[in-house]
């Protein structure tokens, strides 16, 4: 049995000793790793001020101002801290559809600040991202495409669907449920665009409606519009106060409240008329006019006068209305007979001007004609060398004394 007096061996000292080293160690290993972490927290909370400043200065600058890469140095509490920015535009947007987004594509710098320090070890950079928008006058704008939705309408203000729309530059697109037609990556710069589709007239009866010039501006969409609906038809049978031959060939006038600019509009004959307008066929009776846009239309012939009661012309459908003629008693003005062709041609300053001269058929001598009413010229020869303006009434009989 030991002597409890004895003491301590020199064994149980070191071992002793041993273990209170290592629980030392151990402490002072946790003390160390504690600080180690409090001073990185300290240096990441100092750095993600920095870089906080950094993109709220960024923010603060005009965008075209913010240079591509700067690099800067800080040294705070001992610390020196090295605050990284770099700078570029880039685009957003951009959607495939103009009819349905607004803006095509904006520019935007994004703007990267990244901030380290020394002794890092394994701790990462702070970094933070913040996007600046262009302003109008950013000359990065000019080198966005813009786009085009072009707004096909009937007469009631509804979509045109399946309408085939061509642009300008090139491209065809075709109108949806909504009749629009959307073009993208569209350069910036002046344009039309043209609307057609079976069967369907634009207002001035035009096969294929313009739109009229309209620009695109970059990343910006433009609208134009284009109003087309599907062809009415008119059938006119006319009336004249006295006998004689209907003068072939005669035109009419129309007026409506939609045509642009507001004047009345002559109405050739199908053979003398330009392709895709509407025109009118004589070959069959009563005459019938056909392309004309749904609404509401004035028949009348060449007088200024205002015409009669407007006629409703209904989308895909045929109206009938009445034309009132006058008579032409055609008589020599001399001893010499009338020959078999005699001429007429509109005043120039009324509103059949621009059609062509009409040629009266028939026997020898004197004749009577129906014909439209305004102010006609008369002559022998087609050069009009001699001739005489007559104002004809409708409804009415003149004496038209043509000279030698």
Known sequence: MRDVDAGFSLVEVMVAALVLAVGAAA??????????LTRDNAQRVQAAGLMTAQLEAARAR?????????????????????????AAWGTSGGGTDACVDATVLTATKRVVVTVTWPDMGTTEPVTGTTLVAATPTSEVLTTLPGAVAVQVRDADGAGVPDAQVVLSAGGTATTGSTGCASFTGVSAG?????????????????AAVSTGAFSVLPGRVARPRADLDLAGTLTVSTVAPAAGAAVRDAPLTLDAPFFTPRTR???????????????VDVSVSPSVVRGLFPGAYRVAGCS???????VTVERGKTTATTLSLATANL????????????????????????????TIEGPAGPRSVAMPDGSWTFSRSADYVTSVTVSLAASTSTTVQVPQ
């Open 304 to 310: 200024s006068a205002p015409g009669p009661e407007a």
């Open 27 to 36: 402490v002072a290993s946790v003390l160390i790793g504690a600080l180690g």
């Open 331 to 358: 008589v020599s003005a001399t001893t010499t007979p009338l020959p078999a062709t005699l001429y007429a041609r509109p005043a120039p300053d009324g509103p059949c001007q621009s059609a062509p001269s009409l």
């Open 265 to 279: 509009r002559v109405v050739l004959p199908c053979g003398s008329a330009a392709a895709g307008s509407p025109c």
């Open 190 to 206: 002046s344009y039309t665009a043209a609307a057609s589709k079976a069967g369907a007239v634009g207002r001035s009866g035009e």
């Open 62 to 86: 005009p965008v075209d101002d913010i240079p591509a890469t700067t690099t800067s140095t800080t040294t705070e509490a001992g610390t020196t801290y090295t605050t990284t920015t770099s």
